[in-house]
């Protein structure tokens, strides 16, 4: 077996003396009481778009998912292994949480894949292509601007598909009797990597700045 990283050893001791030693007591808190966060993210695995990091969350504030283009399936309980969707049943009925945000982000590798899905190196994957077809009516959709350049048909297709996962998201008959009885509430939002950029969905399905 290979020798562990020694970049996240050194990380690790890093954390310990400025992070971790800091905040000590809420650590010692969170380990006796459990976990409490008020709001779900389902993000992208990108690892330039971690939310703790953009929301200046610390521990124990946020109950983080990370998948491939920040997707949420249907609710599909057919017996098969819906990492995500576990997720979100534990989020809901298990934490309570009273928020969920879907949260993409600009530039976005698994976006770019889903608009191009018949070449590339993912086309020939055994799992990237199956998760990513999820994406096919959205990306048909985008597809129909012929005046748009690649970058903002991409970054179209990132915010469209925040659009999908909360119509899959309201799928799930937990989420929907939640948010309708005004417990639960779901939320969009884009960050632009290059620019710092934040812009979050209203409820008519736009994106605006916030200030």
Known sequence: MSEFPAFLLDGY??????????EQARYKVLADKGQTPTTMMIACCDSRSAPE????????????LRNVANLVPPFQPDGGQHGTSAAIEFAVNALNISNIVIMGHGR???????????????????????????????SE??????????????????????RNSIAN???????RT?????????????????????????AGGDFYRPE
């Open 53 to 64: 990091t953009i929301f200046d969350a610390g521990p124990g504030e946020m109950f983080v």
């Open 108 to 138: 976005c590798g698994g976006i770019k894949a889903a608009l191009a899905p018949d070449t590339g190196p993912l086309a020939q994957g055994d799992f990237i292509g199956k998760w990513l077809s999820m994406l096919a009516p959205v």
């Open 141 to 162: 959709q985008v597809s129909k601007y012929s005046l748009l350049t690649n970058t903002e048909r991409q970054t179209m297709l990132e915010r469209f598909s925040i």
């Open 178 to 202: 939640l948010e309708a009885e005004g417990k639960l509430a779901v939320h969009g939002a884009w960050f632009d990597i290059s620019t710092g950029e934040l812009w979050v969905m209203d």
């Open 13 to 22: 001791k890093s954390f310990m003396a400025h992070r971790y030693a800091p």
């Open 169 to 175: 998201l309201r799928t799930f008959p937990y989420v």
